[in-house]
Every structure is written in structure tokens, then in C-alpha cells.
């Protein structure tokens, strides 16, 4: 008779990855673009849907994405691999070239999926520590060699890129792939995108969901080596990217002039957001992302975090985190948005 069994004993008692969706005015918690998509792509995509053939499976390699994407970065096709959002990307790439016998390394504070990702795919975890600062320590790099390296840059939570001449020195360190996540590359005053080619085991991870204000589409893509995408094309489910997904994504990269302007404007409300931080009572770390990591001096982080929503103010409670105690993120929001935020703070803080 057929019954339930356990889960694998290798998942312990890890929860999932979330984030609060709580009934707020303000919701800056989730580093999605405070703004929606180009009124233009919108039309185009509701005109494309009427010729699109939903009764037929999609196409399988997504090749018009694929070249789009080449096309905006200067490389080629078949060195892109698109998948529903970074995360399926990452998950994709840990089925390749994780699981049991391999390592991945993760230096928290960071991106918590990458290392619950290999978890899931029964990849062991080395864990290195950052410097105080939060930036990449590279004596922890050289201390945890590893089949998967990951750099998240610019680092989320804590928001800072790593200088290429970082990056480069993880690449003589680090004896197998190194994994450069970009989910907020395009804020970033450059990217390792410049780094990749066939040779070497160095590849980019972006998104959707952030610049190109498609967090509900899901879609990220990775640029690296052919041979290794050839990999993961191998691994992936068939089918596994919608037709409205693939004509979401062809069709965002027409309004790249938009998006360029949106990032100008949200690193400008970033500028503003953190030297209103800078005269309160908290401490707070530089960014080159559209999220600011601060930690209240007086006051419990996590009192702080329910006081603002009482006041319909949303931010992310960071204070489980690895080394992360009593911090909190919020994501550079609209104008209005931000300036509820700083009401709201200045008043729970007074």
C-alpha cells in the first residue's frame, strides 16, 4: 500500500527561501524595481500573445532570447542559457557540476539561496566568512577551494560590488567554476561580463526582476563558456521556458534606453536615502545596488522592523542572517515611496 515516506535526511530541518508579503503601503523588502514595466512593452506583449501558439510546446533552446541576449552583451548565442528566473539558472548549474563528491563555497554574508540551492542538490557547503567591512575576504577564497565558487556582486544583502582586480584574484584562486551573480549588475559601476570567454571557468548570472521590471515573469539568464552551457542545456527540463516568457524577455530588451533611465533614477534616490541615513542614529554600509543595508544603534532591529509596519512601511528583517545582527534592508523605492520610509523611520527612531 502506498504511503508517505521522509524527505531525503540531507534536507534537515532548513526552511525555504522567503520574504514577508505583508499588506503594506510601502513594501520595501523584495528589491524589485519600484516601477512597472514601459507602457510600450506592455502593448507589444499583449499584441504578441495573440499570435502566440500556446497549444504548442515552446521552443526548447529559446534561440531568439538567446540571441538577443548575445546581442546586447557582445558575446554569442550559445554561450547565453536562459531559465525561469537566476534562481533556476543557479539550481540548473548546481545539477551539472554539484551534487554528491562536489563543493560549492559561499562567503556570508550573502545571497542565501546559493547555498540552499546546493544543499538541495546534495552539494557540500563551505562556508567562509567576509571581512567587517563585508567585502570579499580573499584569504577565505584561498582557504575554501571549491567546484563552485560564488561572488555576489554586487553582495546582497550587504549591497557592495567587488573591484575587478577582486574578482580576478578569485579566478587565480578558486580551481574550479566561479559563479559571478549580477542580479544587480546593472547598477554596479562595472561587470565581470568583460571576464568571460571560453577558456576559463567564469560565468555570469543576471536577471529580470530587478532593472528590467519583470520580477513577475520570471527570467534569468547566464553568459559562460559554450562547452558549459551545452551542459546545462543537457540537464534542464524540456520545455522549460514558456513562449510568454521567452516573448517577455525578446520583447523587454527593446526598451533598454528605459531601463538604462530607471537605474539612473533609482541610484539617485539611493544617493538621497543614504545621506538621510547618514544623520540618523544608525549605522549603514555603502551600496551599488538598489538596496541599502543599516542597522539601527539605539534600538532592536526587529522592534524597529514591526514599529514600521505598524506605520505601513515594509523592509527586510536581516537579522537571522549570518553576521547580520539587528540589520535591516530596505529597497530603493519611488520618491514617494522613500520618503514615507525616512517619515516613518525618523519617527520610530525619535
Known amino acids: ?9 540531507d534536507l ?27 507602457a510600450g512593452w506592455v502593448n507589444e506583449l499583449r499584441d504578441a500573445i495573440a499570435s502566440l501558439a500556446f497549444e504548442r510546446y515552446p521552443e526548447r533552446g529559446a534561440s531568439e532570447l538567446r540571441a538577443a541576449l548575445a546581442e546586447l552583451h557582445g ?4 554561450q547565453v542559457f536562459c531559465a525561469n528566473g537566476s534562481n533556476e539558472v543557479l539550481q540548473t548549474l548546481l545539477l551539472a557540476y554539484g551534487g554528491p ?26 562556508v567562509g566568512p567576509r571581512r567587517p567591512d563585508f567585502t570579499l575576504d580573499l584569504d577565505a577564497v584561498a582557504a575554501a ?45 562595472w561587470s565581470a561580463l568583460t ?13 529580470f526582476s530587478k532593472t528590467w521590471a519583470m520580477a513577475g515573469v520570471r ?30 524577455g525578446r520583447l523587454a530588451l527593446k526598451y533598454r534606453p528605459e531601463m538604462e533611465a530607471r537605474v539612473a533614477t533609482i541610484v539617485e534616490e539611493r544617493g538621497r536615502l543614504a545621506a538621510a541615513l547618514a544623520d540618523l542614529p544608525v549605522e549603514s554600509w555603502p551600496s551599488d545596488a538598489n538596496f541599502i543595508l543599516f542597522r539601527p544603534v539605539k ?22 542572517w549570518p553576521g547580520l545582527d539587528g540589520c535591516l534592508r530596505v529597497t530603493v523605492g519611488t520618491p514617494d515611496e522613500n520618503g514615507a520610509f525616512l517619515a516613518a523611520l525618523k519617527e520610530v527612531l525619535a
Open 101 to 126: 563528491g562536489r563543493r560549492a563555497a559561499v562567503f556570508e554574508p550573502t545571497y542565501a539561496l546559493h547555498s540552499l540551492i546546493a544543499r538541495h542538490t546534495a552539494t557540500e557547503v563551505a
Open 12 to 38: 534537515g530541518v532548513r526552511s525555504g527561501y522567503h520574504s514577508p508579503q505583508v499588506d503594506v503601503a510601502v513594501r520595501l523588502n523584495t528589491n524589485e524595481s519600484p516601477f512597472p514595466p514601459p
Open 75 to 78: 558575446v554569442r548565442a550559445d
Open 145 to 189: 577551494p571549491a567546484d563552485i565558487t560564488f561572488v555576489c556582486s554586487p553582495n546582497n544583502p550587504t549591497g557592495r560590488a567587488e573591484p575587478r582586480e577582486v574578482v580576478e584574484k578569485v579566478l587565480e584562486l578558486a580551481p574550479g567554476l566561479v559563479v559571478v551573480d549580477e542580479a544587480y549588475g546593472q547598477f554596479s559601476p
Open 219 to 248: 527570467l534569468g539568464y547566464l553568459v559562460g563558456p559554450a562547452a558549459l552551457v551545452a551542459e546545462l542545456d543537457r540537464v534542464v527540463l524540456p520545455y522549460h521556458l514558456s513562449v510568454l516568457t521567452q516573448a517577455a
Open 1 to 9: 500500500m502506498a504511503s508517505l515516506i521522509p524527505a531525503r535526511d
Open 195 to 207: 571576464l568571460v570567454d571560453d577558456d576559463d571557468g567564469v560565468l555570469v548570472v543576471r536577471t
Open 299 to 320: 534600538r532592536n532591529g526587529a522592534e524597529v522592523w514591526q514599529a514600521l509596519v505598524d506605520r505601513s512601511v515594509l523592509v527586510r528583517d536581516c537579522g537571522s
